[in-house]
């Protein structure tokens, strides 16, 4: 027997996550370690069957490796245990105040704490701190003098009081990238020294007076480099940022390569016209009466479709108040008369004007016809395609249209009026004149009887296909 719940009720069950967990484990662990963790830990408490590393490391964005680098760093916190990597199978363990202490050779490190001690002659470094080192080297293949590197390399660019969750995300990067040797890390820092100034024009000309950090060394790279931005582009694209920094630069220049728009003229040209489809969503929803927190989905929806179809701003505007005054009051609403305009070939505001003013001066005469018949209601647009049928596929003239609608009243409205006119129709009676000779008596409905229906479904039955 296998009992599990539903993927949807899955979805509303709750963990228990121990506050000791917040206070005492994740302040300084990786913050990719922490997803890991956390989402590990919900499907532990789920039934799902999606709990294989592709499908976790697709959901975090990271590789499968990261996905048990970081089930390793967790193993040697106590917090789980690692049964086996391939596949990976890992089972969760309570949380203890007592975090374990791996044993790591005093005599294999004494020269790295030395000239650990030597670089930091002022500050006490605490035997967390010494592991921390340890497991990262270890775990990451780094060598003692690649380390030491690093963390000289940081001391420079942050200062002597700098904290060593820091130094591991730098050692960790640099790993991940492939530099785990002396060699290849000091060569690896060495690059990044040589686009400092680089660097701190970017910084300069969006405001900031920090120094520059390995972070922003890596962006930097990760622009002119794997992007192909020139550096006059990142400089003159740095000065549009008011606020966000370095990390809202990146956004915006890895949107811009998304669109396509490499030089500074073009991501000019892109945010103009973003600014300018901003301005044209909010004035349109404002006019419609709804509400967006995000505007990105109204313009990327409807927006950008219906410029496509060759809608001006003023006149998607002059739409959108229309659809107020006609109690269309959604976007959806909008995009379907705005579909229904392009289809008519009516793109422009003087057409739809035009179209308007004509359906206004035909809603006008229906009116009349309304009236004449003894009908107080609004127009319809069943009546509107009465009229339309009536002129211009019969071509009763108005005043035709009119004397019937009196011969009308009392008589059953609209649907009667429809009837009188066909007759006229077929009598092949156009003018006043002739429809007044002719005379006309509504005929009953024949009903069907049950009989009668029998004896034509028989008959259908009988046809072949190539006689109906």
Not at 112 to 131: C, G, K, S, T, V
Not at 148 to 174: E, F, H, S
Request: aromatic residues 12%; negative net charge; charged residues 25%.
């Amino acid at each position: 027997m296998t009992i599990k719940l539903s993927s949807e009720q899955a979805l509303f069950q709750k963990i228990l996550l121990d506050n000791l967990f917040i206070i005492e484990y994740m302040p300084y662990a990786p913050e990719g370690y922490v997803k890991v963790y956390l989402y590990g830990l919900s499907l532990a408490c789920s039934s799902t069957s999606e709990n294989s590393a592709s499908i976790m490391a697709r959901r975090l964005n990271m590789d499968e490796n990261e996905i048990c680098e970081a089930y390793c760093y967790w193993q040697e916190q106590g917090l789980v245990n690692v049964v086996s990597t391939d596949p990976v199978s890992v089972e969760y363990l309570p949380v203890r105040r007592e975090k374990p202490i791996k044993k790591f050779s005093k005599e294999k490190y004494k020269s790295f704490n030395d000239q650990l001690h030597a670089m930091l002659p002022e500050r006490m470094i605490l035997p967390n701190e010494y592991n921390e080192y340890y497991s990262i080297m270890e775990n990451l293949h780094i060598d003692v003098d690649a380390m030491l590197a690093i963390i000289a390399y940081c001391v420079r660019y942050k200062g002597k009081d700098i904290g060593y969750p820091y130094v591991l995300a730098v050692a960790r990067n640099l790993a991940h990238e492939g530099y785990t040797s002396y060699e290849g890390v000091t060569a690896r820092l060495d690059a990044f020294d040589l686009n400092s100034g680089e660097i701190a024009t970017v910084m300069k000309a969006m405001g900031s007076r920090r120094t520059p950090d390995i972070n922003d060394r890596r962006l930097y790279e990760k622009w002119t480099k794997n992007l192909g931005f020139l550096p006059e582009t990142v400089v003159k694209t740095a000065k549009l940022i008011k606020k966000g920094g370095m990390e809202k630069l990146d956004a915006l220049l890895t949107r811009m390569y998304e669109k396509h728009a490499m030089s500074y003229g073009e991501i000019e040209s892109y945010i103009a016209e973003r600014d300018s489809l901003f301005a044209l969503a909010k004035e349109i929803t404002r006019r419609l009466g709804v509400y967006y927190e995000n505007l990105d989905y109204f313009i990327e929806t409807y927006i950008i479709k219906w410029k496509g179809f060759g809608f001006d701003e003023l006149t998607l505007q002059e739409i959108s108040a229309y659809c107020f005054k006609r109690s269309i009051r959604t976007a959806e609403g909008m995009d379907s008369l705005v579909e229904k305009y392009f289809k008519m070939g009516l793109t422009s505001l003087a057409t739809i004007n035009e179209y308007l003013s004509a359906l206004e001066s035909l809603d006008e005469k229906i009116k009349d016809v309304l009236e004449k018949s003894g009908t107080k209601r609004n127009v319809t647009d069943w009546d509107r395609n009465y009229f339309r049928t009536w002129t211009q596929s019969w071509s009763m003239p108005f005043e035709v249209i009119l004397y019937a609608a009196e011969k009308a009243m009392g008589k059953g409205g609209m649907a009667y009026l429809n009837s009188l006119l066909s007759h006229y129709n077929s009598k092949n009676a156009h003018t006043l004149d002739e429809v007044k000779k002719i005379s006309y008596e509504q005929k009953t409905t024949t009903v069907v009887t049950r009989k009668s229906a029998d004896e034509i479904n028989a008959l259908l039955f009988s046809l072949k296909d190539d006689e109906l």
